[in-house]
């Protein structure tokens, strides 16, 4: 079983639709989960982090932990065609381990 | 501003040839990373440095060698030892803390292609 699973898509939405994005992970001593949004032929740029399980909301995103299901989702509401784009997360465990293991990411489309 | 350059952002290598791709950033990080990223495959980690004049190997280093001579630079060069170079390569750095999230600011990056 793969540490960070995400559904590649690609998937397209009307403009103004609730887009939810997820990723599950299978090592319950990941602690610390991103968000990163990725422009087609650009590097990732962090959209939002948090630690514990619950929802941490800004603006017109909203990142949600599970760590009870060991389940992630990324909640864009309102979406704009500004947010096509491809969309990882990114999962690190605690203490002084660097590491990030990454999602491969979902390809989203929103069309005006 | 602060950020991280790459260099160049397209490159064209014969095979047989060693490339090297330029990474810098004015971020004062301490920590620094190089993750190639092909469609399909997600984030690969090559190296990664933490320190000047120290660097570990990532989860697909064959092929690839890297310097960390300042805190500022760390450049990858890719060689002839690496079978399918053709990709998308990111720089990346960090904050270095004893706990934390560690969070990744990313280079635009830099297209190599094989010719």
């Known amino acids: 079983q793969k540490e960070v699973e995400q559904d590649p898509g690609p998937l397209s939405v009307p403009e103004g639709a609730i887009v939810s994005l997820n990723c599950t992970y299978s090592?319950?001593?990941?602690?610390?989960f991103m968000w990163y949004r990725q422009y087609s032929r650009k590097g990732p740029e962090l959209l939002m982090y948090?630690?514990?399980?619950g929802n941490k909301e800004d603006g017109r995103f909203t990142a949600q932990v599970d760590k009870s299901s060991k389940y992630i989702s990324l909640f864009i509401r309102d979406s704009q065609p500004s947010d096509s784009a491809t969309y990882l997360c990114?999962?690190?465990?605690?203490?002084?381990?660097?590491?990030?293991?990454f999602g491969k990411g979902t390809l989203l489309t929103v069309n005006p | 501003d602060g950020g991280i350059t790459q260099s160049p952002k397209y490159l064209f290598r014969k095979e047989g040839q060693n490339v090297t791709l330029s990474c810098e950033q004015n971020?004062?990080?301490?920590?620094m990373y190089w993750y190639r990223q092909d469609p399909g495959q997600g984030l690969r980690l090559i190296y990664y440095?933490?320190?000047?004049?120290?660097?570990q190997k990532g989860d697909i280093a064959e092929g690839y060698s890297v310097s960390r001579e300042k805190k500022e630079s760390f450049p990858l060069t890719v060689t002839s030892a690496q079978k399918n170079p053709t990709a998308f390569y990111l720089c990346?750095?960090?904050?270095?803390?004893?706990?934390?999230?560690?969070?990744?600011?990313f280079g635009a990056g830099s297209r190599l292609t094989v010719l």
């Open positions: 990346a750095s960090s904050i270095i803390g004893a706990t934390g999230a560690n969070v990744l600011t």
């Open positions: 090592n319950s001593a990941f602690q610390y």
């Open positions: 948090t630690y514990s399980s």
């Open positions: 990114a999962i690190k465990g605690g203490g002084s381990n660097y590491k990030l293991t």
């Open positions: 971020l004062n990080h301490d920590a």
């Open positions: 440095s933490q320190i000047v004049n120290d660097f």
